[in-house]
């Protein structure tokens, strides 16, 4: 997100009270002591932080949930630290199942990299309060063994980090843990003392799955600085059914355009079910509660419009991507459906959008109803035919009106847009 775009957003008016903003928003699950975060959010300008791991080439949709928090504190005139997790990330935090693969150095820097822009682009630099970006290996990486050991390592109890969620949990399993993921939340504790030593960092915030590594940071700045520190955790964000949201099929939503193509991220989020819909509004969006409040209403009277969901996917595409993609997105998917221009859509937004479809590769010349086939769009030669005799068949938004009708016409020189129907579409890919 540019600076320019960062301007344009704010926090609600309607809230005196950030932590009250933050609450109807659903983003805070657990707290350190809320009347002195809520005085040190309302009264002071206190600088926090949120780290992220690069454990993937790309941020995910967990990590929006952060990065936009992280905005919200920013705007309201605190000043943030993204901090990218370069010693981190080669330990890796325990996962609930199976030890994490380590990656190699050299893939640690460069994921290092991407995320830290990445997670700039929700930032301002500017300003009175701007943003900075930290890697705890700049700390973590002139420590010995022996002096972290002795000067960190001494403030750790084995029986508190032992009753510690993520531990105990890989404990009773059958996989157990490592020492090497064990130790990762005295590496998070110690990049918190860091920040508090360095900057002043008085809040944390992460997800509440976090809740046992973010708590030992203010335990250890109890202990070796005497001072009391805030941590904020978020609730993890899950479907109205209790599924873990933005998992599909074992697939993140990425915030890299390389990984989740804009149109792909935009119909992700025009698909969400109307009881999840509200409540990604105000997670996922700066849209005000008056705003919110209006396409609740629009959803209660009128869902099949689906108003909710086609401002959400506008605002969180623009935010993600751009204005630019997000419109691009829009229009491709009038177009598919018969609505607009499809020549008038760009090669890539059109291989990004047929990508999410059905689809087989043809040379000029294959039959229609073997592409009907191929695609699963019917199945079988009668079955095409009759559809083609039934005017219910579409290619490039052109009805087939020949039973015996091949490909033609190709779009860009490699794609074309098989229809059969109203809704039911597939993706024809030049060989």
Known sequence: MSNQALKTQSNDPSFKDLLDELKWRGLVALSTDEAALRTALNETKITYYIGFDPTAPSLHLGNLVQLLIMRRLQLAGHKPLALIGGSTGLVGDPRPTA???????????EWVEKLGKQASRFLS????????????????????????????????????????????ARLNSEHGISYTEFSYQILQGYDYLELYRRYGCTLQMGGSD?????????????????????????????????????????????????????????????????ADVIDRLKVFTFLTRAEIEDLAKQTAEAPHLRAAQKRLALEV?????????AQAAI??????????????????????????LPKTTASVGTPITQLLIETGLVDSISAGRR?????????????????????????HSKFAVLRRGKKTLAGVFSA
């Open 99 to 109: 030890e994490r693969t380590l990656n190699t150095k050299e893939t640690v820097v």
């Open 125 to 168: 630099f500017e300003g009175e309060n701007p943003a900075r970006l930290v890697n705890n290996l700049d700390w973590t990486a002139p420590l010995s063994a022996i002096d972290f050991l002795r000067d960190i390592g001494k403030y750790f109890r084995v029986g508190t980090m032992l009753s510690k969620d993520a531990v105990s």
């Open 210 to 274: 976090q809740w046992g590594n973010l708590t030992s940071g203010t335990d250890l700045i109890r202990k070796v600085e005497g001072k009391s520190v805030h941590i904020l955790a978020t609730p993890l964000i899950t479907n109205s059914d209790g599924q873990k949201f933005g998992k599909s099929e074992g697939n993140a939503v990425w915030l890299d355009a390389e990984f989740t193509s804009p149109y792909a991220f935009y119909q992700f989020w025009l698909n969400v079910d109307d």
């Open 317 to 325: 595409t623009t935010l993600v991507h751009s204005a630019q993609s």
């Open 331 to 356: 229009d491709a998917s009038a177009a598919l459906f018969g609505q607009g221009d499809l020549a008038a859509l760009d090669a890539d937004t059109l291989a990004s959008a047929l990508g999410e």
């Open 387 to 411: 559809a083609i005799k039934e005017g219910g068949v579409y290619l490039n938004n052109e009805k087939i009106i020949d039973e015996a009708a091949v490909l033609t016409d190709l779009l």
